[in-house]
């Protein structure tokens, strides 16, 4: 079985930092695509950024310039450095990947449980 496990959210003042962390555990050959996604209260879960096998990255207008995604594909580990934070950036914090078990299953939308980032003075 594969699963996701987020880290890192917490309380920040703005303009302040965090690092996001999200492990995927399992029998794990390929991680083809991994995501950030957010949701605030009453809105809907909104794609933040992603990182494709090739390190091609995509973010959000909203964040450009202020967050950053990387992966560590020995860990199986996608990271969210997340920079200049805004009240507006607070949020539960998701992470989905696109991945392979060395079963070759492809499980094309593996959901964590998020992690809370709020952004307040």
């Known amino acids: 079985q594969v699963q996701l496990v987020e880290s890192g959210g917490g309380l920040v003042q703005p303009v302040g930092s965090l690092r996001l962390s999200c492990v995927a555990s399992?029998?794990?050959?390929?991680?083809?695509?991994m995501d950030w996604y957010r949701q605030s209260p009453g809105k809907e879960r909104d794609l933040v950024a992603s990182i494709d096998i090739s390190d091609t990255t995509n973010y959000a207008d909203s964040v450009k310039g202020r967050f950053t995604i990387s992966r560590d594909n020995a860990k199986n580990t996608v990271y969210l450095q997340m920079n200049s934070l805004k009240p507006e950036d607070t949020a539960v914090y998701y992470c989905?990947?696109?991945?392979?078990?060395?079963?070759?299953?492809?499980?094309?939308?593996?959901w964590g449980k998020g992690t809370l980032v709020t952004v307040s003075s």
């Open positions: 399992g029998s794990i050959l390929r991680i083809n695509l």
């Open positions: 989905k990947a696109d991945l392979v078990t060395s079963y070759y299953r492809r499980y094309p939308e593996v």
